[in-house]
């Protein structure tokens, strides 16, 4: 390899040299845009709403180039202090935390306030990744249990703020790490077993009555269609009403006339589809599942444990976003706080998911000195 | 570190098999998750698309009631009596408005609002609900409208909105027949709901609640228009989508002439009285007036309730009674009746006399009744009682008659029953007989009582309208048109949204008939009429002086009532009497007396002195010198006038003489 190094380098395109990954960059870029024109319309057609959210993917995508150049396999390193730091931080956040929008998720710094949780969703599956990548794969049960019980601390901690949106990405993207590590289809059906059998346990002696009754509302949400089914009535007529072709831009009468809440945010898929219709849907999801094909790809060929289980996590994990948001907005799933990843307006999570994107572009690029 | 030897000897292949087998696993996992996710969409977009497409159009699409305009009314010349009148008012609609505080005194200084609605108004803010428009100030003035439109632009949030209201130029001229409209109160929608009606009604504000604007307030109202806006969540209209017009009331023409109107007004200035003028050909009533009237304007904007205690108060003389309507004691306005009742029956003819000594008294009855002549009137005949308003012969008649007699022929003229007329304020006044009487009071009738029946006295009350249609039935010979105010209808033919805008389709009034009274020789109608007639053309009548010199040829009857009773030999002094117990002047007349074209029945409470003749006649004789030509007022604007009143006014005080 090194005798060869000299001429790939000479091979290796600017972008290469950037550390920017430019298939997946098109993806990103194509939803980013989208994400303008989406954001423009559910805005409210305000020039302030669009600039500000166009800063913010501007910024994030400054904030991926900066990521891209850091070598991956130098996370290894920091992983232990930084996770350790992160519970803490969000064991911080539970005691002196700020509260907004009922629950407790930001820490006040005095000079700026800070999501801790958002750190979480990047230093989880480093940690894990780190962790399982120590040892043989597949992973033997009791590093998996130890694995877990990583998981399992930091996804409680954010439930109790409680942010059950991102307790579930963060869950999700440990978990994917162990699955993807080969944990044994035996302890895999294991825990889904046990799971299920746990859940009536947790519905009648864990879960509080407001969450009960998102269940209740997510099954028939046309019990309290002016209170706590209107958000998903609302938004599957929104979707329902686009029909094949959408109503086209802008004229989406279920957002523009403030019918849908949430429209910018967390609904803004609901936004698109009532504007855009199914063809809308069917491009938005094939530019997703190319992201993520790009993304496992990007896995499968980077060539350490550590580097395959964090792309390989991150890569899910991004799907889990799309995923639970178009679910959720569509009458599949329970109402979670998870905003469409890269189109919804929302500075935090666009920031944390480029960073993400930053680290599959470092795996891609650095791969070959690293090794 | 333990782990340092294991990477030693881990086999990199393996691993990357593995991973590659669960990543490719994942992968079709993605896949199907995708599927599902679309499949899902599919659904919606697809297969429920109709379903979701009628609720979001439900979600924003409403239809808003448009109010038609109500009908106008006319006089029977085309003078404009009930108007639809634009109302401006001022409004605002506070979310869109930056600084409400700061733009409110700036719009007030603009429009001159006083500093103390400021406030109120402020105060009221705070208690609204969300993006609904409040009224700021209703009532703009022409000046504030340009004013504040010009200026416009400074001003986002605040609008102004047009609306009609109704407004009576005659004021309270016309008030007594023509009624008024007011605000829709809670009975009102539960009746018009029971008639299935409240839909037609959604965008309406006022209904009518008295006199003709109630009894045909239906056919004045209209139907409902609709437009189709679109909504945002707080109900807010964005735009129209489709508009469906309303169709506008049908206008009214009336029989009612405004100026003979006037002249009624200016004749019972200073009485409490009604004056009601009838054409018997068809029974049209050309002017009914009850003095004192009141404004119906009032009413329309909600009348305050210190004005309302005014017009309650006694010293305002009942303004709200429609005089013209309630019963009076006819007096001796309805001895031609007994007349022809006599002749029918055959107890008189023209020829029969009776000797009159001043006073009359039942056989083997020591109380005397007076006449109204202390020395008599001698010997008296069919002509000469009229003429004379002999009481002495109409005793001896109605005594020969009996009650019964009486009171069926009366009941015929109309008497003690509603004429039918097209208001609703109608009383039927009293027509006694034995059975009324039983009913009334579970008393036996006196002889004694049949005798003041004969003069028009004791239970026995008319209306002037009763009046007016009894001698209406008179001239006709019997033939009964039941009195009416409504001449025409007319309305534009709307079609196909688009307003046509040809000629109105101009309905005219079917006059009601009822049943007429036959008599065993026609020939009798003649003889009253004939006893009418001398009653007004012969010198020393009673009615002669009501009509002398007049250009046309009238006939009438005078009549007196008394409202307390006297004791007998007692002398009645009008300037010893409480007003309020002081005589009634009644006055009926027609004219011309071959082929008669009016009839006026005219009736004034508690007069200081004098009777029907010199009271109640001359108002009779100058509403009849007006329908004939005599006109104090030549009116060329017929047009839509707002300060007609004004000038009708200053016509008749300059041109007037006193009668």
Same mark, same amino acid.
């Given at each position: 390899?090194?005798?060869? %190094?000299?001429? !790939?380098?000479?091979?290796?395109?600017?972008?290469?040299? #950037?550390?920017?990954?430019?298939?997946?960059?098109?993806?990103?870029?194509?939803?980013?845009?989208?994400?303008?024109?989406?954001?423009? &319309?559910?805005?409210?057609?305000?020039?302030?709403?669009?600039?500000?959210?166009?800063?913010?993917?501007?910024?994030?995508?400054?904030?991926?180039?900066?990521?891209?150049?850091?070598?991956?396999?130098?996370?290894?390193?920091?992983?232990?202090?930084?996770?350790?730091? %992160?519970?803490?931080?969000?064991?911080?956040?539970?005691?002196?935390?700020?509260?907004?929008?009922?629950?407790?998720?930001?820490?006040?710094?005095?000079?700026?306030?800070?999501?801790?949780?958002?750190?979480?969703?990047?230093?989880?599956?480093?940690?894990?990744?780190?962790?399982?990548?120590?040892?043989?794969?597949?992973?033997?049960? &009791?590093?998996?249990?130890?694995?877990?019980?990583?998981?399992?601390?930091?996804?409680?901690? *954010?439930?109790?703020?409680?942010?059950?949106?991102?307790?579930?990405?963060?869950?999700? &993207?440990?978990?994917?790490?162990?699955?993807?590590?080969?944990?044994?289809?035996?302890?895999?059906?294991?825990?889904?077993?046990?799971?299920?059998?746990?859940?009536?346990?947790?519905?009648?002696?864990?879960?509080?009555?407001?969450?009960? !009754?998102?269940?209740?509302?997510? #099954?028939?949400?046309?019990?309290?269609?002016?209170?706590?089914?209107?958000? *998903?009535?609302?938004?599957?007529?929104?979707?329902?009403?686009?029909?094949?072709?959408?109503?086209?831009?802008?004229?989406?009468?279920?957002?523009?006339?403030?019918?849908?809440?949430?429209?910018?945010?967390?609904?803004?898929?609901?936004?698109?589809?009532?504007?855009?219709?199914?063809?809308?849907?069917?491009?938005?999801?094939?530019?997703?599942?190319?992201?993520?094909?790009?993304?496992?790809?990007?896995?499968?060929?980077?060539?350490?444990?550590?580097?395959?289980?964090?792309?390989?996590?991150?890569?899910?994990?991004?799907?889990?976003?799309?995923?639970?948001?178009?679910?959720?907005?569509?009458?599949?799933?329970?109402?979670?706080?998870?905003?469409?990843?890269?189109? &919804?307006?929302?500075?935090?999570?666009?920031?944390?998911?480029?960073?993400?994107?930053?680290?599959?572009?470092?795996?891609?690029?650095?791969?070959?000195?690293?090794? | 570190?333990?782990?340092?030897?294991?990477?030693?000897?881990?086999?990199?292949? @393996?691993?990357?098999?593995?991973?590659?087998?669960?990543?490719?696993?994942?992968?079709?996992?993605?896949?199907?998750?995708?599927?599902?996710?679309?499949?899902?969409?599919?659904?919606?977009?697809?297969?429920?698309?109709?379903?979701?497409?009628?609720?979001?159009?439900?979600?924003?699409?409403?239809?808003?009631?448009?109010?038609?305009?109500?009908?106008?009314?006319?006089?029977?010349?085309?003078?404009?009596?009930?108007?639809?009148?634009?109302?401006?008012?001022?409004?605002?609609?506070?979310?869109?408005?930056?600084?409400?505080?700061?733009?409110?005194?700036?719009?007030?200084?603009?429009?001159?609002?006083?500093?103390?609605?400021?406030?109120?108004?402020?105060?009221?803010?705070?208690?609204?609900?969300?993006?609904?428009?409040?009224?700021?100030?209703?009532?703009?003035?022409?000046?504030?409208?340009?004013?504040?439109?010009?200026?416009?632009?400074?001003?986002?949030?605040?609008?102004?909105?047009?609306?009609?209201?109704?407004?009576?130029?005659?004021?309270?001229?016309?008030?007594?027949?023509?009624?008024?409209?007011?605000?829709?109160?809670?009975?009102?929608?539960?009746?018009?709901?029971?008639?299935?009606?409240?839909?037609?009604?959604?965008?309406?504000?006022?209904?009518?609640?008295?006199?003709?604007?109630?009894?045909?307030?239906?056919?004045?109202?209209?139907?409902?228009?609709?437009?189709?806006?679109?909504?945002?969540?707080?109900?807010?209209?964005?735009?129209?989508?489709?508009?469906?017009?309303?169709?506008?009331?049908?206008?009214?023409?009336?029989?009612?002439?405004?100026?003979?109107?006037?002249?009624?007004?200016?004749?019972?200035?200073?009485?409490?009285?009604?004056?009601?003028?009838?054409?018997?050909?068809?029974?049209?009533?050309?002017? /009914?007036?009850?003095?004192?009237?009141?404004?119906?304007?009032?009413?329309?904007?909600?009348?305050?309730?210190?004005?309302?205690?005014?017009?309650?108060?006694?010293?305002?003389?009942?303004?709200?009674?429609?005089?013209?309507?309630?019963?009076?004691?006819?007096?001796?306005?309805?001895?031609?009746?007994?007349?022809?009742?006599?002749?029918?029956?055959?107890?008189?003819?023209?020829?029969?006399?009776?000797?009159?000594?001043?006073?009359?008294?039942?056989?083997?009855?020591?109380?005397?009744?007076?006449?109204?002549?202390?020395?008599?009137?001698?010997?008296?005949?069919?002509?000469?009682?009229?003429?004379?308003?002999?009481?002495?012969?109409?005793?001896?008649?109605?005594?020969?008659?009996?009650?019964?007699?009486?009171?069926?022929? /009366?009941?015929?003229?109309?008497?003690?029953?509603?004429?039918?007329?097209?208001?609703?304020?109608?009383?039927?006044?009293? /027509?006694?007989?034995?059975?009324?009487?039983?009913?009334?009071?579970?008393?036996?009738?006196?002889?004694?009582?049949?005798?003041?029946?004969?003069?028009?006295?004791?239970?026995?009350?008319?209306?002037?309208?009763?009046?007016?249609?009894?001698?209406?039935?008179?001239?006709?010979?019997?033939?009964?048109?039941?009195?009416?105010?409504?001449?025409?209808?007319?309305?534009?033919?709307?079609?196909?949204?688009?307003?046509?805008?040809?000629?109105?389709?101009?309905?005219?009034?079917?006059?009601?008939?009822?049943?007429?009274?036959?008599?065993?020789?026609?020939?009798?109608?003649?003889?009253?009429?004939?006893?009418?007639?001398?009653?007004?053309?012969?010198?020393?009548?009673?009615?002669?002086?009501?009509?002398?010199?007049?250009?046309?040829?009238?006939?009438?009857?005078?009549?007196?009532?008394?409202?307390?009773?006297?004791?007998?030999?007692?002398?009645?002094?009008?300037?010893?009497?409480?007003?309020?117990?002081?005589?009634?002047?009644?006055?009926?007349?027609?004219?011309?007396?071959?082929?008669?074209?009016?009839?006026?029945?005219? @009736?004034?409470?508690?007069?200081?002195?004098?009777?029907?003749?010199?009271?109640?006649?001359?108002?009779?004789?100058?509403?009849?010198?007006?329908?004939?030509?005599?006109?104090?007022?030549?009116?060329?604007?017929?047009?839509?006038?707002?300060?007609?009143?004004?000038?009708?006014?200053?016509?008749?005080?300059?041109?007037?003489?006193?009668?």
């Amino acid at each position: 390899m090194r005798n060869t %190094g000299h001429d !790939q380098q000479k091979q290796r395109t600017l972008w290469q040299r #950037l550390h920017i990954d430019l298939p997946l960059l098109s993806g990103i870029l194509a939803l980013l845009i989208l994400g303008l024109f989406v954001v423009y &319309s559910a805005g409210g057609q305000e020039n302030a709403v669009l600039i500000r959210h166009a800063k913010r993917a501007g910024f994030a995508l400054v904030v991926m180039f900066l990521v891209a150049q850091i070598p991956p396999l130098s996370y290894r390193k920091w992983a232990v202090p930084v996770f350790i730091l %992160g519970l803490m931080l969000l064991a911080a956040v539970l005691l002196f935390g700020h509260v907004g929008k009922g629950a407790q998720r930001w820490l006040d710094l005095g000079f700026t306030k800070f999501q801790p949780s958002e750190i979480m969703k990047l230093v989880v599956p480093i940690m894990i990744a780190w962790y399982v990548s120590q040892y043989d794969l597949p992973t033997k049960i &009791s590093k998996i249990i130890i694995a877990f019980i990583l998981v399992l601390m930091p996804t409680l901690l *954010i439930a109790k703020q409680p942010d059950l949106g991102t307790s579930l990405l963060i869950a999700s &993207s440990g978990i994917f790490v162990i699955f993807l590590a080969g944990a044994s289809w035996k302890l895999i059906g294991t825990c889904v077993g046990l799971a299920s059998a746990f859940a009536p346990v947790l519905w009648m002696f864990l879960m509080k009555p407001y969450q009960k !009754q998102r269940v209740l509302t997510f #099954l028939n949400p046309e019990q309290d269609p002016l209170g706590s089914g209107y958000h *998903i009535i609302q938004s599957k007529i929104a979707i329902g009403s686009g029909g094949i072709h959408g109503k086209g831009w802008l004229q989406g009468t279920q957002s523009q006339l403030e019918f849908l809440p949430e429209r910018h945010t967390d609904f803004i898929f609901a936004v698109f589809s009532e504007e855009f219709g199914l063809i809308g849907v069917g491009l938005l999801l094939t530019v997703y599942l190319a992201i993520v094909m790009r993304g496992l790809w990007i896995a499968v060929n980077a060539q350490h444990a550590f580097t395959k289980l964090l792309a390989g996590s991150l890569t899910l994990t991004f799907f889990v976003y799309v995923f639970v948001n178009i679910g959720m907005v569509s009458g599949l799933l329970p109402v979670v706080g998870v905003p469409l990843p890269l189109v &919804s307006y929302g500075g935090t999570s666009m920031v944390t998911l480029m960073a993400g994107f930053g680290i599959l572009m470092a795996i891609s690029t650095h791969r070959r000195f690293h090794v | 570190m333990a782990p340092k030897k294991r990477v030693a000897i881990r086999n990199h292949s @393996a691993e990357a098999n593995l991973f590659a087998r669960r990543t490719f696993i994942t992968f079709i996992t993605v896949l199907i998750l995708s599927l599902v996710l679309f499949s899902n969409i599919y659904n919606l977009e697809v297969n429920s698309y109709q379903k979701y497409q009628t609720r979001s159009n439900s979600n924003r699409i409403k239809l808003l009631p448009v109010a038609p305009n109500r009908g106008l009314i006319y006089d029977r010349n085309g003078v404009l009596l009930a108007d639809n009148t634009p109302v401006y008012s001022l409004e605002v609609i506070p979310e869109q408005v930056d600084d409400i505080k700061k733009r409110l005194s700036e719009v007030s200084e603009l429009l001159d609002i006083s500093q103390e609605k400021q406030n109120k108004l402020l105060k009221e803010l705070k208690s609204k609900r969300r993006f609904k428009p409040i009224e700021l100030y209703s009532r703009l003035s022409e000046q504030q409208v340009s004013l504040f439109s010009v200026n416009q632009h400074k001003f986002p949030g605040f609008f102004i909105d047009a609306r009609l209201k109704r407004y009576y130029p005659f004021a309270d001229l016309t008030t007594h027949s023509l009624g008024y409209v007011a605000r829709i109160n809670r009975k009102d929608s539960l009746e018009l709901e029971k008639q299935g009606l409240a839909e037609n009604y959604a965008a309406t504000r006022n209904i009518g609640k008295l006199g003709l604007e109630k009894y045909y307030q239906d056919i004045l109202h209209g139907t409902i228009g609709h437009q189709e806006v679109e909504i945002n969540n707080q109900g807010r209209v964005i735009r129209t989508l489709d508009f469906t017009p309303p169709i506008p009331g049908k206008d009214l023409t009336l029989t009612l002439d405004i100026e003979l109107q006037m002249i009624a007004k200016r004749a019972l200035s200073g009485k409490r009285g009604a004056v009601v003028a009838i054409d018997p050909r068809d029974g049209g009533v050309l002017a /009914m007036y009850s003095n004192p009237s009141f404004d119906g304007n009032l009413f329309v904007h909600g009348i305050s309730s210190k004005k309302y205690k005014k017009l309650l108060a006694p010293a305002s003389n009942k303004p709200l009674l429609n005089r013209a309507v309630q019963g009076y004691p006819p007096a001796s306005t309805i001895k031609p009746l007994l007349a022809l009742t006599g002749l029918e029956a055959e107890l008189i003819t023209p020829e029969t006399e009776i000797y009159d000594p001043g006073f009359y008294q039942l056989p083997g009855i020591e109380t005397k009744r007076r006449d109204w002549k202390k020395w008599g009137h001698g010997k008296v005949n069919l002509t000469k009682s009229l003429e004379q308003s002999c009481n002495v012969y109409y005793y001896d008649l109605a005594y020969k008659l009996g009650i019964t007699r009486i009171s069926k022929m /009366m009941e015929k003229f109309g008497f003690g029953d509603y004429t039918g007329i097209d208001i609703h304020e109608e009383s039927r006044a009293i /027509m006694p007989s034995i059975e009324w009487k039983r009913a009334r009071y579970n008393k036996a009738w006196y002889t004694g009582e049949t005798l003041s029946v004969g003069i028009g006295q004791s239970y026995w009350s008319v209306t002037p309208l009763q009046l007016s249609q009894a001698v209406s039935i008179l001239v006709n010979k019997g033939r009964i048109k039941v009195p009416h105010f409504l001449k025409a209808t007319s309305e534009v033919v709307i079609n196909d949204k688009k307003i046509n805008t040809q000629q109105p389709i101009i309905t005219e009034y079917v006059v009601d008939e009822k049943r007429p009274i036959t008599l065993s020789n026609d020939r009798y109608w003649d003889m009253v009429l004939d006893g009418l007639h001398n009653t007004v053309q012969k010198f020393g009548a009673t009615g002669y002086a009501a009509f002398k010199g007049s250009k046309y040829d009238a006939a009438g009857k005078t009549g007196s009532a008394q409202t307390a009773n006297i004791a007998q030999d007692e002398e009645y002094d009008a300037k010893k009497v409480q007003e309020n117990k002081r005589d009634n002047a009644m006055f009926i007349a027609f004219a011309p007396y071959e082929n008669p074209e009016i009839v006026v029945a005219v @009736a004034i409470e508690n007069v200081a002195k004098g009777g029907g003749g010199t009271n109640a006649g001359p108002v009779a004789r100058q509403i009849m010198d007006q329908y004939f030509g005599d006109r104090e007022i030549i009116s060329t604007d017929k047009t839509k006038h707002p300060h007609h009143e004004e000038i009708y006014h200053q016509n008749i005080t300059n041109t007037a003489g006193e009668p």
